[in-house]
Structure formats: structure tokens, C-alpha cells
């Protein structure tokens, strides 16, 4: 190709260096298309292979999306491949003179469809945002959902089963076809993102506040979850083990966990405030009264350029 260029730019024709460089660019375009369709669907992750309600419509939506998007994209990529090989390699048609300058048919397509398209995706969004507001309960599920608290630490998840009276480390077990209501904060640990891409919805974790999170898993498996916000040395290992179980189960798990001796005390948590990395699950058969809350309260109640927890740190090293 690099001979056809050279000898074109020696006589001067523009077809030798187009008509190579097209052909570069297909084979080019063919391969990654022959890549693009190597994977499985058995290997799919995250929103591409979702496991829950709210993570099937978000690629629902997702490919909505595109789709639309593309009736734009497509054409724009087809007419380009035209137009190099009508107006330039071509060799029937040398030099496109048109007799007019001017079409407002030609114009309202190029403005009419895409301002169409933005108006659907609008609509479209701002309807699915309503939808899946993950403070809301899910539509069309009347069972009450269970509630897990979630506190992100340096640099693991700590989940608490209120109504169970257990809690665990990095590791979450949830019942299938029923739905869960998350508590959210962060403690000894900046700004943190809870996640579990094939359930669905991220979102974010801070000290002093609560948010929350409505889920449902509707297939028995094991499914990784994680921290997409950096918040320090242990951002990378923030991960946790989630397993989606039948709630029969489900029940037989938490008694077997209220068997375990240890208990979350006001002094285990304090070490569990220590930066660690890589964790392994634990399990508590027990949980101080209203911990969760009473971890919020503690940075409400704070002023000033003081951390809460500078005191604790300095004790348990101590």
C-alpha cells in the first residue's frame, strides 16, 4: 500500500491514495466487528447480564437508547463509505458540480430527525428515571421488602440484618423474588459507591447521611458486588461476595450464623474502623442496638475541623 501511495503522490492522482486507504479502513472496520462478536453470553457481566429487575430495564433502556441513537449514526457511516467510493475511487464520476445550493427538504430531515430522536430519548429518560428512583419501592412487588444497613469502612462493607440481629463482613446473602430496602452511610472513610452491576443501580454512600436503595434479584447465584468510588489505598479490593439464595435457605443461613459466639460490640466495631484491605467475610450473631443510627448521629453531632473518629484511632492503637 505504502508503493501505491508513493507512486499516486508521483502522478499526481488523488485514486491511488484513496482507493488503498479505503480498503485499509473495511478491513479494518470487518475485523472489529469479527471481535465484537466472540463473546458469549454466558460470559456477559454487569448491566449486559442482569440478574435483577431494576438491572434488566436499565439495559432495557440502555439498548433503547442506542437503537435510536443509531438511525442517526448508521446512515451517517454508510453515506461516508458511499461518498469516498461514488465521488472519489470510482472511476465513471470524476468531479460532483450540483445547480443548486440550497433544500429545505434536505434541511428538515437533517434537523427534524435528530431533534425527533433527542424529544423521544427525553421523554424516554425522564420517564425511566421516575421509574426506577431507587428510593422507591419497586413498582408491582406488594411484598415488604427486607432491610439491610450498609456501612462502608476502610476498606470493606459491613451489611447488618436489623430484623435478623446478625451482621457480616464483605459478604451479603439476599432472598430471590423478594425485595430489599438498603440503608446507606459511610464510617472512618470518605465518600464511598455501593454497587452490584447485575442487580443494578449504583449509588453513592456518605458520612452523616443516609441513603437508600430499593433492589430485587430474580435468579439464585453468586454475584460480585463493589465500590466504584475511590476513597483510598484499599479502593481497588473493596470488593464483596453477594449470593442470591432461596428464602428457605436464606433462613436456614441466618441460623446458622446466630450460632457463631461472636458478636458485633461497641468494641469489635471500633476495630473494624482500622484500615484493612482484602478482608474476608465474617459473621456476627449479634449487633449493638441502633449501631447504624447511631453511626450517622455521630458525624451529625460533629463540628469544626475534627474527625469523630480521631480519638477512637488513637485509643485502638494505643
Known amino acids: 500500500m505504502i508503493v501505491k501511495i508513493r507512486s499516486a503522490l508521483t502522478s499526481g492522482s488523488l485514486d491511488g491514495i484513496i482507493k488503498p486507504l479505503a480498503k485499509t479502513l473495511l478491513m479494518l472496520t470487518a475485523c472489529l466487528l469479527l471481535l465484537s462478536l466472540t463473546g458469549c453470553k454466558e460470559h456477559w457481566t454487569g448491566l449486559l447480564n442482569p440478574k435483577g429487575v431494576i438491572a434488566y430495564e436499565e439495559r432495557k433502556l440502555f439498548f433503547d437508547t442506542l437503537a435510536l441513537m443509531l438511525i442517526v449514526v448508521l446512515p451517517v457511516i454508510v453515506m461516508s463509505f458511499t461518498f469516498v467510493y461514488h465521488y472519489q475511487i470510482s472511476p465513471h464520476i470524476r468531479d460532483y458540480k450540483p445547480h443548486w445550493g440550497h433544500s429545505y427538504f434536505l434541511e428538515s430531515l437533517w434537523w427534524g430527525i435528530p431533534c425527533a430522536i433527542i424529544v423521544v430519548l427525553a421523554i424516554l429518560t425522564w420517564k425511566k428515571t421516575h421509574e426506577l428512583d431507587p428510593y422507591h419501592r419497586i413498582a408491582g412487588h406488594d411484598q415488604p421488602p427486607m432491610l439491610i444497613q450498609v456501612i462502608a469502612l476502610p476498606w470493606k462493607w459491613l451489611f447488618i440484618y436489623p430484623e435478623q440481629n446478625i451482621a457480616t463482613i464483605n459478604y451479603l446473602a439476599l432472598p430471590v423474588g423478594q425485595q430489599v430496602e438498603y440503608w446507606m452511610t459511610t464510617d472512618n472513610v470518605p465518600m464511598s459507591a455501593f454497587f452490584v452491576p447485575q442487580l443494578g443501580s449504583q449509588i453513592y454512600a456518605m458520612a452523616g447521611m443516609r441513603t437508600r436503595l430499593h ?28 449470593q442470591v ?14 450460632k457463631s459466639s461472636t458478636h458485633l ?7 473494624l474502623l482500622n484500615p484493612s484491605i482484602g478482608d474476608k467475610p465474617q459473621f456476627f450473631s449479634g449487633v449493638e442496638k441502633d449501631l447504624f443510627n447511631n453511626v450517622i448521629t455521630t458525624y451529625m453531632n460533629t463540628f469544626g475541623n475534627n474527625h469523630p473518629r480521631t480519638a477512637d484511632m488513637r485509643n485502638s492503637n494505643a
Open 215 to 242: 433492589l430485587l434479584a430474580n435468579q439464585v447465584g453468586n454475584y460480585e458486588g463493589l465500590n466504584t468510588q475511590f476513597n483510598g489505598d484499599g479502593f481497588s479490593d473493596m470488593h464483596f461476595t453477594v
Open 265 to 271: 460490640t461497641d468494641t469489635t466495631y471500633h476495630q
Open 245 to 258: 439464595m432461596e428464602l428457605q435457605q436464606l433462613q436456614q443461613w441466618v441460623t446458622q450464623v446466630k
